[in-house]
């Protein structure tokens, strides 16, 4: 009895024993995959990284940069696009015009109102419909019937549709080379669109061309970018604004500048001595530029590699997808979140919006991160990898944030308000006087998501140091570059314009 008992014992203590050691590795292994997660989040934020030399730097770049654009056509990645606007609205425009909007993800209709007076702009009517993924790949005719088409049915509820001829501002959100102010040609297609065979066709007359094929008495008479747009948006309301960026699905600036500096153009033709360039800021690009391996792989299987890298750094269309790699690579490299999903591997599946609602989850166990990361097919993770998750949407929109506002102040330097005293590259002697300067914003990813707004207008701060950024206001504003289409071509509008509706 007493040799079984110890024997009994015996045997116990061996089972404890390997239990616990089984525990124990797990536990070690445990450890282990989760210092993985942490080296790997380590590893981001170090290639994230913007102390403020690397933005100083890269002010510098874009004002170079922006300068060499100017100089001779193919002279920078920036593109540096004349408009042919001259003239932006000051309040004074009378009429009834109408824009048609094509963004990345959304298009709109609106119809304005104007009758001389700043305070009695009057936005009558305005419809916003999501793209379908579809239209995006599908040929210039589908994409132009399916906006003439809408553009009827909006006519049409208005009762009195063959009674009057219509002028149109066109917000076209793509580069375009202008020929004119109400025509130009399609340079490339951005942000997921791939329509072929448009690139070098006129968009107004495609667009023309679908209106006339259904009857409608509406002449395109604007073709406008929406940084353009959101630009006379901002003039309109303020004349302090010189500049105007968009951050939404895609990204890119404008401003006004001297005709004399345009030197690529013999003969701009202006009568107010400067013009608004279309800078295609997506396109920037800078050894300085915190570049990680996910944005390599992003960049390499999209659908325009080695093109448009700052936007795929700062854009809403891309913010997603950088996290959703950062999070696939470590549940690559740990089974902290669980079987490798199906769904997270699926380019584009994290939306930037979805991004944003995680970074602002304020909930005490992040139950709108654990919503999202479900819907990605990531189920149960503990609070602790919820939190590592928030920490890489935090990682990711910083960085975008921080360059977007280097951006911003390369553009105040290039035309002399950054407060350095100097004005395209070259420094004055004297003591530059600080004049008030709006850069208007427009765009769902500065409008929607509080995070980035905060981050930016800090990295503006920092940048430009507490008494310059005083002179310096960011203003948002919603549906701006569709409004400031309208107000533009009302003010372009030399002949007599259509009577209200
Ligand atoms: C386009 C620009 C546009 C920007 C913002 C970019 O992809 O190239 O023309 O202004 O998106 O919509």
Same mark, same amino acid.
């Given at each position: 009895?007493?040799?079984?008992?110890?024997?009994?014992?015996?045997?116990?203590?061996?089972?404890?024993?390997?239990?616990?050691?089984?525990?124990?590795?797990?536990?070690?292994?445990?450890?282990?995959?989760?210092?993985?997660?942490?080296?790997?989040?380590?590893?981001?934020?170090?290639?994230?990284?913007?102390?403020?030399?690397?933005?100083?730097?890269?002010?510098?770049?874009?004002?170079?940069?922006?300068?060499?654009?100017?100089?001779?056509?193919?002279?920078?990645?920036?593109?540096?696009?004349?408009?042919?606007?001259?003239?932006?609205?000051?309040?004074?425009?009378?009429?009834?015009?109408?824009?048609?909007?094509?963004?990345?993800?959304?298009?709109?209709?609106?119809?304005?109102?104007?009758?001389?007076?700043?305070?009695?702009?009057?936005?009558?009517?305005?419809?916003?419909?999501?793209?379908?993924?579809?239209?995006?790949?599908?040929?210039?005719?589908?994409?132009?019937?399916?906006?003439?088409?809408?553009?009827?049915?909006?006519?049409?509820?208005? +009762?009195?549709?063959?009674?009057?001829?219509?002028?149109?501002?066109?917000?076209?959100?793509?580069?375009?080379?202008?020929?004119?102010?109400?025509?130009?040609?399609?340079?490339?297609?951005?942000?997921?669109f791939a329509i072929s065979e448009m690139a070098g066709e006129d968009i107004s007359e495609c667009l023309q061309g679908a209106l006339n094929k259904r009857g409608l008495d509406i002449r395109v008479a604007a073709l406008v970018n929406d940084t353009v747009g959101a630009l006379s948006f901002g003039h309109y309301h303020d004349p302090d604004t010189i500049?105007?960026?968009?951050?939404?699905? +895609?990204?890119?600036?404008?401003?006004?500048?001297?005709?004399?500096?345009?030197?690529?153009?013999?003969?701009?033709?202006?009568?107010?001595?400067?013009?608004?360039?279309?800078?295609?800021?997506?396109?920037?690009?800078?050894?300085?530029?915190?570049?990680?391996?996910?944005?390599?792989?992003?960049?390499?299987?999209?659908?325009?590699?080695?093109d448009m890298g700052f936007e795929k750094m700062i854009g809403g269309m891309y913010l997603g997808d950088i996290v959703r790699r950062v999070i696939l690579r470590m549940s690559q490299e740990s089974d902290i979140f669980g079987p490798i999903s199906s769904i997270l591997s699926t380019p584009f599946v994290l939306r930037t919006n979805s991004v944003s609602a995680m970074h602002e989850d304020d909930t005490p166990e992040l139950q709108e991160v654990a919503k999202i990361l479900k819907e990605l097919g990531v189920s149960e993770v503990p609070l602790k990898v919820r939190k590592l998750v928030v920490k890489i949407c935090d990682v990711v929109t910083r960085r975008a944030a921080r360059l977007a506002a280097a951006g911003i102040t390369g553009i105040l330097k290039k035309v002399g308000r950054d407060g350095s005293g100097g004005e395209g590259g070259r420094k004055r002697s004297h003591k530059q006087i600080m004049r008030r300067t709006v850069v208007a914003v427009e765009g769902g990813l500065y409008l929607n998501y509080k995070m980035f707004r905060e981050y930016m207008d800090e990295a503006l701060g920092d940048i430009l140091g507490g008494k310059v950024a005083k002179h310096v206001v960011i203003k948002a504003m919603e549906d701006g570059s569709s409004i400031g289409s309208a107000l533009l071509l009302a003010s372009s509008h030399s002949v007599q314009t259509i009577p209200s509706v």
């Open positions: 009895m007493g040799k079984v008992l110890v024997m009994l014992t015996a045997v116990a203590a061996v089972v404890a024993c390997s239990v616990a050691t089984v525990m124990v590795r797990r536990r070690m292994k445990r450890r282990r995959k989760w210092r993985k997660v942490v080296g790997i989040l380590k590893d981001l934020e170090e290639a994230c990284e913007t102390p403020l030399g690397r933005l100083r730097q890269m002010v510098d770049a874009v004002a170079v940069e922006m300068q060499a654009g100017l100089v001779s056509e193919g002279g920078s990645k920036l593109k540096m696009l004349l408009t042919f606007v001259d003239d932006l609205p000051n309040g004074s425009e009378r009429g009834t015009y109408y824009a048609l909007h094509l963004g990345g993800s959304y298009f709109r209709i609106i119809r304005v109102h104007l009758s001389g007076q700043r305070s009695s702009l009057d936005v009558q009517d305005i419809e916003r419909h999501s793209i379908p993924t579809s239209l995006m790949n599908s040929t210039s005719e589908v994409l132009f019937d399916f906006l003439a088409s809408s553009l009827q049915r909006f006519i049409e509820k208005e +009762g009195n549709s063959q009674a009057v001829k219509r002028e149109l501002a066109f917000t076209f959100s793509f580069p375009v080379k202008q020929t004119s102010i109400s025509s130009g040609v399609l340079i490339k297609w951005t942000k997921g500049a105007a960026v968009v951050f939404g699905t +895609g990204s890119n600036a404008c401003y006004l500048e001297r005709t004399d500096a345009i030197i690529k153009c013999q003969n701009p033709r202006t009568t107010s001595g400067s013009m608004v360039v279309n800078m295609e800021w997506g396109n920037f690009w800078s050894s300085r530029l915190p570049r990680t391996s996910y944005d390599l792989e992003l960049d390499a299987e999209s659908m325009n590699s080695n």
